[in-house]
């Protein structure tokens, strides 16, 4: 894990996903679009023992994973000096073009693996999100919303979404 330290800040996003290198290019307008109005819906809303996250801030819950979530919540006691390695409560991905199978399929899978308690999965082309809850080891779809529509969703907090406000920036 300490290698990762060493790559250059180049824009490019590197994760490991056991122990297996991942490197995508730096994310677009839509994707950064939708980051901002993720984190600027979120924040105010986020309870005091919570703490907000947007990429890159690691999460690397073993040796050999490390992602750098969109955009994460964190119990505030977990957070630390360095790399996080406690579950956050909640991982967002936005989707582009060049990470859609993996934040569809590896990351929702190593996620769930990991014990992260909320996924939600949100496309800024398409505006709209889809939102997983834990359940005995597996991700359960909680909601849903595309365009205008709204969702309210209640893990880790009660916090409504317009998928269609998010990328209106």
């Known amino acids: 894990m300490a290698e990762l330290e060493h790559f250059p800040d180049d824009g490019l996003r590197y994760e490991l996903v056991d122990g297996t290198l991942l490197v995508t290019p730096a994310p677009l307008g839509p994707h950064q679009d939708a980051v901002l109005g993720l984190a600027l819906l979120l924040r105010p809303a986020t309870p005091a023992d919570l703490k907000l996250y947007i990429a ?6 073993d040796g050999r994973t490390s992602f ?7 119990r505030r006691e977990h957070d ?12 967002v991905e936005v989707l582009s073009r ?3 199978r993996t934040d569809q399929a590896l990351k929702y899978a190593t996620y769930a ?6 996924y939600w999965i949100v496309d800024p082309v398409e505006p709209s999100i889809v939102a997983y809850d ?15 529509e ?5 893990t880790p907090f009660e916090i409504t979404v317009t998928p269609s406000l998010l990328v209106s920036g």
Request: hydrophobic share 35%; net charge negative.
């Open 98 to 100: 060049s990470t859609r």
């Open 80 to 91: 630390r000096e360095g790399p996080i390695t406690a579950p956050p409560s909640l991982a």
């Open 134 to 148: 834990l359940k005995d080891g597996a991700y359960v779809e909680v909601g849903r919303a595309t365009g205008d």
């Open 113 to 118: 693996e990991h014990g992260v308690a909320s």
């Open 56 to 61: 890159p801030r690691d999460w690397q819950p």
């Open 68 to 74: 750098q979530p969109d955009v994460f919540v964190i």
């Open 150 to 154: 709204s969702v309210t969703l209640t």
